[in-house]
């Protein structure tokens, strides 16, 4: 039914896409400047009236709350929420009207200040970086391995971020079917970053088991957001390679398949976190916003200087050899009313899965005509608690499945595996990285709800989470992650990586 309501679209699509660039933006153009890369949005370029308070981001219209402004690299473009919502400076979002809402401007909170850094990694040298541990180029688009366009497969990463339970977690069995298949014929794969609080580890067992990979986020995930990017380097061991661990004790997961992490809210620590990244022996990062560019970016190591624009709160300036960024390349509405954004659920939509699919469309384009760069795709998991939404993500999958022979939905690891030994299109079909994963325990078929109390210095709370092996005594956190009688701090029990 859904095949039929989008039929076409393969078409369509080049032919929108090919409209969308009446700038005269040609097939790879490795060159084009970051100027140029914003001419596409130049109609909605306002005239000169908004002042934009910081370089990028979505600020209040201050004297319209049903309109808002979008900076990118200082320049305005003023764009309205979609009717009947109202723009919330406080959330940065389009809200249905309540008590609540916040009509702009509302002070902005000031960044991080960026004196320089005397001990910075210098910009990229592609003579001294060399893979498989080192990949950089100047302005962070060009292919590994000097491939062609044409010659380089097409990866799209499904990315969900979030607590997994029992109100969530049952879409992803429909959404990623094992009937869905890449080129190879195995089932396509996505990649989970998965926070502690709320989480049902049933689940985390269940998409293990399927071959899904599990990536961590951190314990708490607390608010207020301004935390992370201050946090000290004993928090980021204890709250993320903590989760790593809550991962494998409660979910099974090995620690081994643990190697990537995700900032809570995007607040990247920088150096701190970064530090934790390599010392604990983890493969790479995805928390780095990278503004919209027309020609989008390829992941690359902390060997030398990211190849973007900070537009996070604290972007890492240190080098960190070998340690890999999926950044979060922004994703852009094709006409004014969504404005942009790095979490696909954060730009506006009506609530029409065909608006939907053509926004997936319209930005997976951006990557498939230009230079093949992974089209990550990040959710929060409550994505798929929106039929509408799912429709939208199913149709979208199909079609480029069927329309696209070039095209994998793999995981950030197996990205990964591809970008340290890059690989033509035409053999990745026997690429040993993207062979269908082994077979994992499954986890069980009916869940234990253990009953447990949380103390948490200042509160002690019963807390329910599922699990598929025996119950801890207590709720497993921050300084207590097997949820012991006796606590103990994630530096005490996990020894650094000595690699
Ligand atoms: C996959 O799809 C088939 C057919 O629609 C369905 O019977 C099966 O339950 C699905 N698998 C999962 C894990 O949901
Ligand atoms: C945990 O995983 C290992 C393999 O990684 C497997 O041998 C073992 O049976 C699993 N344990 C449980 C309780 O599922």
Known sequence: ???????????????????????????????????AAFQISEKFKTKGKFECPMEYGVFANPTNCRRFYTCNGNVPYDTPCPTPLYFDDAKKLCVYKSKDLQCGPVPVTTPMPTTPDPNAAPSCNPTACKLPDCFCSEDGTQIPGNLLPKETPQMIILTFSGALNVLNAEP???LLNETRLNPNGCPIKATFFVPHEYTSYYYVQKLYGQGHEIAAQTITNRQPEDFWPKATTE????EVIGMKEILHVFANVSRDDVVGMRAPF???????????????GLDYDSSLASPFSEVPLWPYTFDFQHPHKCISSNCPTRSFPGIWEFPLNTYATDDETG????????????????????FFVYNFLRHYTTNKAPFVMNFHVNWVTDD????????????????????WFVTMQ??????????????AKSFEGWKCPRTRSPGCNIPRTCRVKLYDGSRTEIRYF????????????????????EGKRVKDLVQKSTV
């Open 1 to 35: 039914m859904n095949a039929k309501l989008f039929s076409n679209r393969s078409l369509h699509d080049s032919i929108m896409f090919t409209i969308h660039r009446l700038v005269g933006f040609i097939v790879v153009l490795f060159a084009v400047s970051t100027d």
């Open 172 to 174: 992803f069995g429909q």
């Open 235 to 238: 928090e980021w061991v204890e």
């Open 266 to 280: 995007l607040k990247s620590g920088g150096n701190k976190m970064l530090e934790v990244i390599y010392d604990y």
């Open 339 to 358: 404005g942009t954004c790095v979490y696909l659920d954060q730009c506006v939509f009506p609530d029409d899965p065909e608006i939907v699919y053509d």
């Open 388 to 407: 509408s939404k799912v429709t939208a993500l199913d149709v979208f999958i199909d079609h480029v499945l069927e329309a696209y022979p070039d095209v």
């Open 414 to 427: 197996q990205a990964l595996h591809w970008m340290r030994s890059p690989m033509k299109s035409d053999l």
């Open 466 to 485: 599922q699990v598929c092996g025996k119950c801890p005594e207590r709720y497993p956190w921050l300084h207590n992650i097997r949820g012991t009688k």
